[in-house]
């Protein structure tokens, strides 16, 4: 009977191990496999397949100092610009969407909303359970940020170092502020474990940038935080009072965040990153953002900063102004104005146009201008032609099709456009839709075969400039809705 019992308890062991070597198996961590938890099970099935038919990169950037801003009218950021470059590697439309919680984009990037956390995000084993990472961009590591005394530049180096922390340790029984959901609490949790002790955390609002964060250390609204030493170095550059040199952890990789399930998109862009650390490019941008302190300071003392002021251009209210009585979003005029002038009031073409809205000198004339330098007269000319262009294109029915229609003549000619219109209808598209339709027509119009038929009045145009003119205002001027308000319609709203 011993026997037996000897025998089934040895079996019973025996499930038990093998069960538990199943489960453990289960619990391994692999972005090549497909799901092993509800989250990942119910996530959005999305690969590059559906992405290329789509025809459109839907990133999830932040807003911030480093990564996405606008600057003096241009869009710009370390993630903004590498997202150019990847979504023109793979023959896409690049749409940015900001986002307002950093608690939640990996619900947002699971549920198929996007399909691509382009922020500099550390890799970690508890991340890896909902997301799957990229390859590396760069390596960084975690640093402590404090702020010295103010009067740190009378003291002597003995004084300095007694009123500041030059060893993690020191943090035991003291708070550091930082974001719940970030490798920071989690640094911040292991080396309290490591250490002993406990390191209290002030959990702040996901909303929060890290360099927000750090500013609020200079401010002296929280006393300590965790950053990555790229940011802290290149925010420190500008605030001679913080102390970044403490490390908290070893170097780290940071990266992109895709779905687990997304292994064809995540191959190829870790195919387009290890073959883009490769190139000058890729480290010209990377300083640019990181290491080059004279550009950081000028930008956050500038007014024409996105994350200091809601402001675009000096121009702002010339622009607000003159932009009432044609009934646009002001921001939408002031892309144009940066398309024609990068804001230069001194601007000059090849082909004689002047100002800010470089207007040429017999249309210029036609409109009462008499000094085309003159911010004034250029936005109320340009506004006043403008409207007269958008008069007479009333056949077209949707207003942002008509818009697009009135800055293509205003780029090419009025009637360059009116003849693509009856190139479309020639070719059985939609003569009264600029997208795919008319504006593919103004691009055939270039060559002598369509404008030398009998219907096209206006002959050769140079398409590919109106194209192109209509395209990026309009992508500027999505750039300018994440980052600056309309007033204009507040105004209008509020004086209901």
């Known amino acids: 009977m011993n026997k037996y019992k000897t025998i089934l308890f040895f079996l019973l062991c025996v499930a038990l191990n093998l069960s538990s070597c199943k489960d453990t198996s289960k619990s391994k961590i692999d972005d090549n496999l497909a799901a092993y938890n509800a989250i990942v099970e119910n996530s959005s099935d999305r690969d590059l397949k559906d992405i290329k038919e789509d025809g459109i990169l839907k990133a999830l950037v932040v807003y911030s100092s480093t990564s996405y801003f606008l600057y003096k009218g241009q869009p710009m950021g370390f993630e903004y610009e590498m997202l150019q470059r990847l979504a023109n590697h793979l023959d896409l439309k690049l749409e940015i969407i900001v986002s307002d919680n950093l608690d939640a984009q990996f619900e947002v990037l699971n549920k198929g909303d996007v399909d691509l956390i382009a922020h500099g995000m550390t890799i970690t084993n508890q991340r890896k359970w909902e997301v799957a990472f990229t390859d590396y961009l760069y390596l960084t590591k975690q640093v402590l940020v404090q702020k010295k005394p103010d009067n740190f530049r009378t003291l002597s180096w003995s004084t300095l170092q007694k009123s500041v922390i030059d060893d993690p340790m020191d943090l035991l029984g003291d708070t550091v502020s930082i974001r719940k959901n970030s490798s ?41 935080t965790i950053a990555d030493e790229n940011l802290a170095k290149i925010n420190a550059s500008s605030n001679p009072i913080l102390k970044i040199d403490v490390p908290i952890s070893f170097d780290q990789r940071i990266a992109w965040v895709t779905r687990k399930k997304s292994k064809n998109f995540r191959e190829i862009i870790n195919k387009w990153i290890t073959s883009e650390r490769k190139i000058t490019d890729y480290f010209v941008i990377y300083n640019k953002y990181f290491e080059n302190q004279r550009f950081f300071k000028r930008r956050v003392k500038s007014d024409y900063y996105s994350l200091k002021n809601n402001q675009i251009s000096e121009y702002d209210a010339l622009i607000k102004e003159y932009t009432k009585k044609l009934g646009w979003d002001w921001r939408l005029l002031a892309s144009q104005i940066y398309q024609e002038s990068k804001f230069d009031p001194n601007a000059k073409s090849w ?25 004034v007269q250029s936005i109320r000319g340009g506004t006043t032609y403008l409207n007269q262009i958008y008069d007479r294109f009333t056949d077209i029915p949707d207003e942002i099709d008509r818009i697009k229609f009135t800055l293509a003549s205003f780029n090419c000619g009025y009637g360059h456009v009116r003849d693509a219109q009856r190139f479309a209808d020639y070719n059985q598209l939609n003569p009264l839709v600029w997208e795919d339709n008319v504006d593919k027509m103004l691009l055939a119009l270039r060559f002598p075969k369509n404008y030398n038929k009998d219907f096209i009045k206006y002959g050769y145009v140079r398409g590919t400039e109106p194209f192109i003119y209509v395209e990026q205002i309009f992508e500027r001027f999505r750039h300018y809705k994440q980052f600056i308000s309309n007033e204009n319609k507040e105004e209008e709203e509020n004086g209901k």
């Not at 082909?351 to 911010?375: R, Y």
């Open 351 to 375: 082909a004689g146009a002047k100002g800010l809205m470089q207007i040429m000198p017999p249309t210029a004339q036609d409109l009462g201008i008499t000094d085309s330098t003159d911010p």
């Open 184 to 224: 920071y609490f989690e640094r911040i949790v292991s080396l309290s474990n490591e250490l002993g002790g406990e390191i209290y955390i002030d959990t702040l609002d996901s909303k929060l940038s890290t360099g927000e964060i750090i500013d609020m250390v200079v401010s002296g609204d929280i006393k300590y």
